[in-house]
């Protein structure tokens, strides 16, 4: 279920044109700045998106020139584990040969430290359910975080579903940005 919901969503991603990536992203990122999470958040993790997933570079943009710590996650395939890393810009960020965009600081930051988590996914639905790539990389390291982080998915309004098929280990979020609305989840 969960996988043909995956590739479903991921065929409807792929079909945006360059473009309209970019106008739905800049209105994701829009929404997300008036967020009173982002707003008082002093250090956030985000990503950085690729393959037609929500543009992120002007969010991580805007939050280092508000001064809030940026971090996004480098990623251990052998351990399929994620380490949250400061970068003081774009230019300290390096493709990996997965096709990532990774920090290239050895500066780690703490999971305590976050004050809030921007995830991707390729599906959310309106209870804060989530459909990533299938690698768990995110559950794992949500699962470690403090229930006191909100967590905000961001996807496409192509990829809100009404109900995602859930397991036992995934996160749910708090918050999904679409670029049409903001859904405060209850969970």
């Known amino acids: 279920m969960k996988e043909i919901a995956r590739l479903k969503n991921l065929s ?28 008082k958040a002093k250090c956030i993790m985000l990503y950085y998106g690729i393959n037609n997933e929500i543009e992120t570079k002007a969010l991580i943009e805007k939050a280092i020139s508000l001064g809030k ?7 251990n395939f052998e351990k399929r584990a994620m380490i949250p890393r400061e970068i003081n810009s774009l230019e300290e960020l390096t493709e990996t ?3 990532l965009f990774e920090p290239k600081t050895q500066k780690p930051v703490e999971t305590k430290e976050i004050d809030l988590i921007i995830v ?14 299938g ?31 859930i397991e036992s280990h995934d996160v749910k979020m708090n918050i999904v940005v679409t670029d049409k609305k903001i859904i405060r989840c209850e969970n």
């Not at 792929?14 to 990536?21: G, I, M, P, T």
């Not at 710590?69 to 990623?75: G, I």
């Not at 991707?120 to 790539?133: E, L, N, T, W, Y």
């Open 12 to 39: 409807k991603r792929n079909s945006l044109s360059k473009k309209q990536v970019e106008e739905k992203s800049n209105a994701v990122q829009k929404l997300v700045e008036e967020l009173p999470e982002f707003k």
């Open 69 to 75: 710590r940026a971090a996004l996650p480098a990623t």
């Open 97 to 99: 040969k997965q096709g």
């Open 120 to 133: 991707p996914g390729v599906a959310f639905d309106k209870s804060g359910s989530r459909i990533g790539r």
């Open 135 to 165: 690698m768990g990389f995110y559950d794992s390291l949500l699962r470690k975080t403090s229930t006191k982080i909100p967590l905000i998915g961001l996807c496409f309004e192509e990829n809100l579903e009404e109900k995602i098929p």
